[in-house]
């Protein structure tokens, strides 16, 4: 099956910036989405397709992906941005995966 | 305005069984794949299963095959999970979810069920 492989915790200071990484094998050649949740919330997309941002996502937010690792990188981070983040993936042989989730304080 | 709206869950006994629901408003529900996806108290997302725009394709996370079965009503924009032999690791909230292009694009606000004696 496949894995994905996220950091369990990054924390960073007001108005810097956030890098959450995604490890799986050759996930380059894969579609990753990224999804926000806020405690008590349902889950947000907030990157899709490696690094299409939907309507209402604010600019700060941007995703990558090459190789072995995926990037959901926060610019400019706010108090706001406190929550989990989650990378999934499509796999041929696991269906939809998700990573364990990274959650994200802002100090 | 896209809604998906979950209900049925609630608290089950062991090796009971219940059967999840999900009002889809907003979009041509006849159109879009749909998905459980679920989430154990304080812990990951799970995802559970898919079906296809017209229900003739269904698919399972290993978890729970042979014990759920997802379904569609496209006439009546509903969506269903019947969960049977429900087991304590069952326990979470299931959120209704469409997708498009291989993403989750709009979630539900879940489902909670709670399986214990």
């Known amino acids: 099956s496949y894995v994905l492989t996220q950091p369990p915790s990054v924390s960073v200071a007001p108005g810097k910036t956030a890098k959450i990484t995604c490890g799986g094998d050759n996930i380059g050649s894969k579609s990753v989405h990224w999804y926000q949740q806020k405690p008590g919330q349902a889950p947000v997309v907030v990157i899709y397709?490696?690094?299409v941002r939907p309507s209402g996502i604010p600019e700060r937010f941007s995703g990558s992906n090459s190789g072995n690792t995926a990037t959901l990188t926060i610019s400019r981070i706010e108090a706001g941005d406190e929550a989990d983040y989650y990378c999934q993936v499509w796999d041929r042989s696991s269906d939809h995966v998700f990573g364990i989730g990274t959650k994200v304080t802002v100090l | 305005e896209v809604q998906l709206v979950e209900s049925g869950g609630g608290l089950v006994q062991p090796r009971g069984s219940l059967r999840l629901s999900c009002a889809a408003s907003?979009?041509?529900?006849?159109?879009?794949?749909m998905n459980w996806v679920r989430q154990a108290p304080g812990k990951g997302l799970e995802w559970v299963s898919y079906?296809?725009?017209?229900?003739?394709?269904?698919h399972y996370a290993d978890s729970v095959k042979g014990r759920f079965t997802i379904s569609r009503e496209n006439a009546k924009n509903s969506l269903y999970l019947q969960m049977n032999s429900l087991r304590a690791e069952d326990t979470a909230v299931y959120y209704c979810v469409r997708e498009w292009s291989w993403s989750f694009d709009y979630w539900g606000q879940g489902s909670l069920v709670t399986v214990s004696s």
């Open positions: 907003g979009f041509t529900f006849s159109r879009y794949e």
């Open positions: 079906i296809s725009s017209s229900g003739s394709t269904l």
């Open positions: 397709s490696d690094s």
